[in-house]
T-cell receptor, first 117, second 116 residues
Framework: EAQVTQNPRYLITVTGKKLTVTCSQNMNHEYMSWYRQDPGLGLRQIYYSMNVEVTDKGDVPEGYKVSRKEKRNFPLILESPSPNQTSLYFC????????????????FGSGTRLTVV | AQKVTQAQTEISVVEKEDVTLDCVYETRDTTYYLFWYKQPPSGELVFLIRRNSFDEQNEISGRYSWNFQKSTSSFNFTITASQVVDSAVYFCALRDYSGGYQKVTFGTGTKLQVIP
């Protein structure tokens, strides 16, 4: 089954304790992205990757890191989490960053609800 | 810069009523895509429809219909004869080529509550 898998689904952590949210896709997609969802703000892009070893900042990258060492994996790293990073996080993938005609939208993971206390 | 505005934060309707969710977008690109996603209470994001900027035909899928009007930069979503299962947050999104690569911008969402 084609899917994007995020882990964990739920995570409660303490301020300053490094954590990683994993994301893996099995569709050979080039493009992967992380979003956070907050009430009243919709989904905002954190980081994206157009291919292996190619990553760039989205709209709200502060406090986050990513890496893309393999095509299928795109982990989100919070080196020193803070309470303002409490949010619902989504990983998404799609065929290509530059394809124009046949882009049918993102495939989203199931989400990770992170609470930082 | 691209922007998607969903002015309706929350809407409540009684079951079987029709409801329209508004979406207004801004982009400088001539080629772009518009989307609607549904987020039920379980939290996952479900793709509903894609529309490209060259296709202004309205679309109907069962009880769902979409009205795309480039003249007003709007892509509105109507649910006919609403049902309780339609209760969800609905997001409108715009994909264009900001800065030479694709960027997908989401609206802030409209929470729809269908009351039995």
């Amino acid at each position: 089954e084609a899917q994007v898998t995020q882990n964990p689904r739920y995570l409660i952590t303490v301020t300053g304790k490094k954590l990683t949210v994993t994301c893996s896709q099995n569709m050979n997609h080039e493009y992967m992205s992380w979003y956070r969802q907050d009430p009243g703000l919709g989904l905002r892009q954190i980081y994206y990757s157009m291919n292996v070893e190619v990553t760039d900042k989205g709209d709200v990258p502060e406090g986050y890191k990513v890496s893309r060492k393999e095509k299928r994996n795109f982990p989100l790293i919070l080196e020193s989490p803070s309470p303002n990073q409490t949010s619902l996080y989504f990983c998404a993938s799609s065929f290509s960053a530059r394809d124009s005609e046949d882009w049918y939208g993102y495939t989203f993971g199931s989400g990770t609800r992170l609470t930082v206390v | 810069a691209q922007k998607v505005t969903q002015a309706q934060t929350e809407i409540s309707v009684v079951e079987k009523e029709d409801v329209t969710l508004d979406c207004v977008y801004e982009t400088r690109d001539t080629t772009y895509y518009l989307f609607w996603y549904k987020q039920p209470p379980s939290g996952e994001l479900v793709f509903l429809i894609r529309r490209n900027s060259f296709d202004e035909q309205n679309e109907i899928s069962g009880r769902y219909s979409w009205n795309f009007q480039k003249s007003t930069s709007s892509f509105n979503f109507t649910i006919t004869a609403s049902q309780v299962v339609d209760s969800a947050v609905y997001f409108c999104a715009l994909r264009d080529y900001s800065g030479g690569y694709q960027k997908v911008t989401f609206g802030t969402g409209t929470k729809l509550q269908v009351i039995p």
